[in-house]
């Protein structure tokens, strides 16, 4: 997907949104990320990432400057922030519903979430917690409140406020 222009911010490509994604989950566990650790994290050379932080600097999606830490800005956490849910949801569609291997899913979530519409990822994703939610999917493999349970299978019912969570925060 080398140089596919994302529709969030036109200069953004897929790498660029695998830099947020990276420096958004590490700084999850500590406020700042490095740049041996965004390394690490991708799996390419730390001069690789040198280049990538400069450009995502000089875009204000993040906070740089040489041997500091990195820290996302308001619109590069946003950015970034968008980007994992969409690798979540996805993930979560290809485990939980395809039941797909979790690293096969893993990969094909990330090389996914660059390029597949936020609303069609929102809906994979509420359709992942109906079925999570449905007695039939265990039962015989049917579709979330369908068949006997129709509008009356509660479990799929009290799936409703989950699902207008989740597609509220798509929506922001």
């Known amino acids: 997907m080398r140089g596919f222009i994302m529709t969030k911010t036109p200069q953004l490509t897929a790498q660029m949104e695998d ?5 958004f989950n590490l700084c999850r566990y500590d406020s700042t990320a490095r740049s041996r650790d965004i390394a690490e994290s991708l799996g390419v050379h730390k001069s690789t ?31 970034a922030r968008d980007v994992a849910r ?4 996805l ?17 094909a979530a990330c090389g996914m979430e660059h390029s597949v519409p936020r609303e069609i990822v929102s809906k994979l994703a509420s359709f992942a917690i ?15 409140g369908s068949g006997e ?7 799929c019912l009290d799936q409703e406020a989950a699902l207008e969570s989740l597609q509220q925060a798509f929506e922001k």
């Open 149 to 155: 349970h129709g509008k009356e299978c509660v479990s």
């Open 49 to 79: 990432v040198t280049a990538a932080l400069k450009s995502l600097g000089q875009m204000n999606l993040i906070n740089y400057a040489p041997y500091e830490a990195v820290t996302l800005t308001p619109a590069g956490k946003s950015v």
């Open 86 to 89: 969409r690798h979540a949801a």
């Open 130 to 144: 109906q079925m999570r939610g449905c007695p039939r999917l265990e039962d015989d493999g049917g579709a979330a």
């Open 19 to 23: 830099y947020l994604e990276a420096i």
């Open 91 to 107: 993930k979560d569609f290809f485990v939980n519903v395809l039941k797909v291997d979790e690293k096969l899913a893993e990969g």
